[in-house]
């Protein structure tokens, strides 16, 4: 089974309480919900392999570290996930974006995918599946799975804020795949929001509602 990690840092744990909380604006939310994910990058980059190179600095030639291995790519769900790429994008700068478009059916609460637009080179790359919410789990299972039938073998998902029911889903179906969260919250409500959560992400974030 791959990793499930909290990423349960102070900051970003100080940061998702103004992010659930009703009263903060969609300014406030839109800037706390890019801090966090720039946070986030930092744990869920921690493993990447490293290689060993030379450079001068002004005082001696010696070696020294820098990023090796594959390529990244984002791949931000619609619409909410890109209120968290940028906040990624600060500290891996080179990565490419991918997007996945995906909404829920309200009634159903299935996805229905209405865009995907992929790196020419994805198969190659270290996939970043980027959505704020995990509810019943069926929109990332859907992305992941337009990943693998391009091939893609080496995906991660992060997530603000997952439901049990989400985060056991996606184990299901996507075993190899590691997850990571800011919070595992409580459970699902018949309408299928994350309890407690922050209600809707992407109204929240454009301020739709
Ligand atoms: C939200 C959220 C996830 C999905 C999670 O998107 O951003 O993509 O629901 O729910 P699930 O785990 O039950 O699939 P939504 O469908 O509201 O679309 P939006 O981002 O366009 O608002
Ligand atoms: N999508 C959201 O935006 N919020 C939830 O709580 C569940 C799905």
């Avoid at 795949?177 to 459970?187: Q, T």
């Avoid at 699902?188 to 109204?203: E, K, M, Q, R, S």
Wanted: with cysteine; net charge negative.
């Amino acid at each position: 089974m791959a990793k499930l990690v909290i990423c349960d840092h102070p900051l970003i744990q100080h940061k998702l309480t103004y992010i659930r909380d009703v009263k903060t604006t969609t300014k406030d939310f839109r800037e706390l919900v890019d801090e966090v994910a720039m946070l986030m990058a930092y744990e869920i980059t921690r493993d990447l392999p490293l290689e060993t190179i030379t450079v001068d600095t002004p005082v001696i030639t010696t070696e020294t570290k820098v990023i090796a291995g594959r390529p990244l790519g984002l791949i931000p769900i619609l619409r909410a996930g890109l209120g968290m790429v940028d906040g990624v994008l600060k500290l891996v700068p080179r990565a490419k974006i991918g997007h996945v478009g995906l909404f829920r059916d309200p009634e159903t609460l299935m996805p229905v995918e209405y865009y995907v637009k992929l790196p020419t080179d994805a198969e190659e790359r270290e996939l970043i599946v980027i959505d704020p919410m995990l509810a019943t789990g069926g929109s990332a299972i859907a992305a992941i799975d337009v990943l693998k039938k391009r091939n893609c073998t080496q995906i991660k998902l992060m997530c603000l804020i997952a439901a049990p029911e989400g985060v056991k889903a996606v184990q299901e179906v996507h075993p190899d795949v590691d997850i990571y969260l800011a919070a595992l919250d409580d459970h699902l409500n018949d309408h299928g929001y994350i309890v407690p959560g922050l209600g809707d992400a992407g109204d929240r974030l454009f301020g739709t509602k």
